[in-house]
């Protein structure tokens, strides 16, 4: 994706839909307000650009925001100056495991965090045992672990449905994301249930919205040729809403698992 698209899906995608970041906060505290986040010390392993990071950050006594994507930590940290939370929010370019090695002694690991979060990154990370073990070895007692993840809805099953549309963004089909993040997703019960953490779940139901059908398309597909383009605009009109936005659902799944 280049700057160009980027910057354009980031008025969709990087922008924390309101109700994600409530009912995340209902999961870890029961309630809505965000003022479980005061004064913690807390991880973010897949940042982005901010997208869940900077509806907190603002609160914590610091944030650690790491994310493998350089150019998404450039655009952080530049939201990061604009907001004025250079004090408190640190975004670093780099891998969990990595980086608990090369930043160890430092003031960013002095002390250990009372709350790291894996925003829809958990499924993503390859070496998934090795991160769950460094997480945990940062975690702070009686501090937790939050993960949120998409399971299902209307925008995930869209794309899957037209997986030979991915055509000229991979050398076969797009991956099934649903399958991996579920997978993801059991492998994470197992390896909290053996460390006897305990486990809070919600579930969450967000949504993309688009402006229209040729930006919904544009930014879903960003390589597709016109002719392809022909088979998706009209599949998209059954999620149009009276004012020709497209809305597609996302299901997501929070689990918060607290250390004893």
Not at 135 to 163: P, Q, Y
Not at 209 to 222: E, M
Request: a negative charge; charged letters at 30%; proline letters at 3%.
């Amino acid at each position: 994706m280049n700057e160009e698209q980027y910057e354009e899906w980031s008025h969709y995608y990087d922008v924390t839909d309101e109700v994600e970041f409530r009912e995340v906060n209902i999961c870890i505290s029961g309630k809505p307000s965000p003022d479980l986040w005061n004064q913690k010390r807390v991880l973010e392993v897949g940042s982005g650009s901010g997208r869940f990071t900077l509806k907190y950050a603002d609160r914590t006594s610091l944030t650690l925001a790491i994310d493998p994507d350089e150019e998404r930590i450039k655009m952080m940290k530049v939201k990061v100056n604009q907001l004025g939370l250079s004090d408190k929010c640190c975004p670093i370019a780099g891998e969990l495991c990595a980086l608990s090695k090369s930043l160890a002694g430092s003031d960013f690991l002095e002390e250990k965090f009372d709350v790291i979060v894996f925003p829809w990154s958990w499924a993503y990370i390859d070496n998934k045992i090795e991160t769950y073990d460094v997480a945990k070895s940062l975690l702070a007692k009686d501090g937790m672990m939050v993960f949120t993840m998409v399971v299902d809805g209307e925008f995930e099953k869209f794309v899957i449905e037209r997986n030979h549309l991915h055509k000229h963004l991979y050398e076969t089909d797009a991956p099934n994301d649903l399958n991996r993040n579920i997978k993801s997703m059991n492998l994470l019960k197992e390896l909290m249930e053996e460390d006897q953490f305990q486990m809070t779940k919600r579930s969450i139901t967000t949504s993309f919205k688009f402006d229209n059908i040729d930006v919904a398309s544009r930014l879903i597909y960003p390589l597709l040729i016109e002719e392809d383009m022909d088979e998706i605009k009209p599949a998209l009109e059954m999620y149009s809403d009276d004012n020709g936005r497209i809305i597609m659902s996302d299901e997501l799944l929070c689990v918060v698992a607290r250390s004893n």
